[in-house]
């Protein structure tokens, strides 16, 4: 089999269009395909020569759009992957540090390849028999990571972070509403006499909270923001006191949402403090380490989210601190008798008397129907590496984070915000004028022109609060294989971009 | 570069676990470990040898759990590469035929291989260039499939019709509810004395529709079901009437989800009656095309889904009769300016200044934050085969579920339940006794027989209704490549499974 790939016929003469992944002639009929992918991923990323590709996004998009109208037939392949490989945003290359966007490990792509070509779907065991069994077992594997009891806990791959703060809310909201009874959200436009559902969560955390408030039902005012630090890390006093209040008001603390790693600096919640907090107020606990859930892999930054494992819901991402492609949430609860609401008999999928005749079925776990087997890519990265050879990769972007924010505070017109917690930081450019409008504006604009001119892909975003002098940069320093002269190199071509947005 | 995948070492000796696979070096990173996964798949299916792995679930569970504990470094690939693919239900296979599990096309796998090297995520600009391009052209093309117009549609990938019939009922909600109005669950547990919402499907509609409205915090007996005719079509007299029911009573009616394409049957609801319906009672028609939605493909087909155009929003999924991995769901609005539920500012991602700037973001039509561009490879299938050669594999489907029914209808210990409309039928094995509960048990038992001998992959699932004598086995043909003659042998092995089970 060693040979495989050099038997088949060369691409332009391949396989029928037709041809499907499965069986066992798919791999004689992926082997032509995946031989154009890969030439033209490197003639793409070649032609690309960098993070990204120079031009505005009306330039790149008019690229597009020329070969979208012009690839046809067997060359199709070859095109688009040659577009899509120049008009990416390369978070394999050094200087694409700004999103928590990793650069996928190759082991997991190829496994990703397994799962495309036999195309398994977790929403029955005759879809999926293999895949329903490996998913389980990853699960257990996940839980004890956090440090639940896996004889206890439950779970499900999610699509991500999102996906599984809804889940967790979900949870919570229906734990104290009920699933079925029929409740209904009120017309009359006037607020309802009764308590009203709440839910704490910190300014600095995902907009995902909101989000899922609304789309629950419950309103985007039920999440009820709490003040940050400094560190952006929800401060326990008010914390408690916004319980209180809530209380007093006659209201109903649902839920706590604690962040473990926030989008832009990192910052862990006091998980301990949440935890009582949520135990004495009978409030559900579902903490967000869709990021700091990769401090979990290494035994130097662990204990950056101790207590992880009182949470009665966590949200991981192995598409963030994992390297994996997108997509790889997990979503985990710490008692499996509390994930109900999903309980779905339907009877083309999972009818009672196969379940009996001992058939499992993942169907109730999921908010999705069809779904990908995206358990099996992380599965073989795991055995592949190990939680310490993951966990190398962990450390080398947290030490890398730690040398490009001594940079930046090294360097007079740069500006840091805060060391890094895991592996990103915020800093800014200090031109000469100081207005802070005029700040925003020349990072902002300096951001933009680096995007235009294909140099390097910076984050940007702004700190809680209101008024101008907010405005940000970001390093999310998720390629472990990045060197410190690399991240220098970076935040050079910031300051000259700075500069020339000065002398406009 | 057509030798790349010659020159690299052997597998064994291969690159670091550590190698990415972006960039210029991402290319020679996969090579060998696509040929590992290759081989595992051919010798994986080639020791499966048939549509399943026999055996129980447990067994097949050990199986995965042996692998799972020995695979490790190196072999990990390989090994759980080759479990998977052995314990696999593979839709390429012509005796796996249960479900709306499609086997993919060769070219659309090769193509979301390159979307697993690139990792590009469509919630914001700065991390998927090209990609956001692409999928905004491609939801063009489609809404002009559907028959919208594409200047005035919007629409967005998704996990599937689950996620897409959400979304069609969050719109229809917030229409009415408002989004951000704080209007509150009722916590009383005394139903509200103003209007509820409701939403009208029919009995053999998809669960989803019931999981949305609870999920939406609208409780499941939100939804009115419908009764259905013979053919599990929505009555229209009965639409009219429990619409007349609701406004008589002092409710609302939000919504109709029309099905075009039931998940057993293929049947299509009466758009056009739901369209003048739900334009005459304010409600939003969400059309489920999940699995009709194909039929689009085919000249032959298309007046079977005549009047989608109607609606306000359809589900498509081109993992069904589209012949692509999962996941690949799409979410139509015929009008963007309804689209507004999920508008978000996230300075991270889309600030309103980069907006300005011309930088265009997703992010805002998305259930999602991290997304993968699952947009690429129906592009890239769209373009190779373009939509005739796809309606040709919809037109070989309908006509081998045609001859599979006249099978049926040949033999005299087979039943069939009606003629197919798309690409499936129902059907089942008359034992001896024609007690209605032991015709169902013998059904159920000889689909779990094929199941564990691992001879065929056979849907199951019950007519709408109550008690015995519903159970009905399923033929859901998606593999264009099947014969007759197969489908001949798969209905001969359903005849032995029966028998063997009346033997018992």
New interface residues.
Partial sequence: ??G???EAA??SSG?P???????????????P???????????G??RRGGP??AG???E??A???RV?AE????D??RR??D???????????PACA????????????????????????QD????????T??E??LLGELAQLVGYDPAEAAGVLT?????SN?MGL?LA?DRV?G???????????V???????RIFTSAAA???VQ?SA?????????VVPVPVDDQLRMKPKALAAALSACVAEGD?PVAIVATAGT??TGAVDPLRTCASLAAQYGAWLHVDAAYGGGALLSDRLAPLVGGIALADSVSL?W?KLG?Q???A?IFLVKRAETYA??A?R???LN?Q??EE????SLLGLS???????DA?KI??TL????RE?LGR?VDACHELAHSGAAAVRAHPRLELHADPVLTAFLFRYLPENTDPEHIDRIN?GLR?RL?REGRA?V????LPGEGPGRVRL?LTLL???TTTDEVQRLLDAVVAAGRAEEEL
Same sequence: chains 1, 2.
């Avoid at 966007?101 to 398994?120: G, I």
């Fill in positions: 089999m060693a495989l790939l050099r060369p691409a396989a269009h037709t041809a499907l992944s499965g069986g066992t002639g798919g791999p004689g009929a992926l082997t395909l995946l031989r154009t992918v890969l030439a033209a991923l490197a003639e990323a070649g990204l590709a505005t996004p009306a790149l998009a690229d597009v759009a979208f690839a046809d037939g067997d199709a392949l688009l992957t577009v899509l490989a120049h008009g990416s945003a390369d978070p394999a290359d700004a999103h928590l966007h990793c650069p996928p490990l190759a082991v997991a792509v190829a496994a990703d390849l397994a799962v495309s070509a036999l195309n398994p779907s029955s065991w005759d879809q999926a028999p293999a895949a069994a490996m389980t077992l699509s991500g972070g999102t996906e809804l979900m909201r509403l699933r079925e009874t029929g409740r209904q959200i009120e017309l009359s436009g607020p309802g006499s009764g308590p009203r559902p995902h907009f995902s989000r609304a789309l629950l039902g419950l309103g985007e005012d039920a109903l989008t832009d991402d598409h390297w492609p997108v997509a949430g609401s999903l779905r339907a009877v083309y009818p008397d196969d005749a001992g058939y499992p908010l999705r129907t069809t779904r990908r087997a099996f599965a073989v055995r592949t590496l190990g050879g990769l902002a933009r995007l892909v984050g940007r975003t702004e970001k390629n472990p294989h």
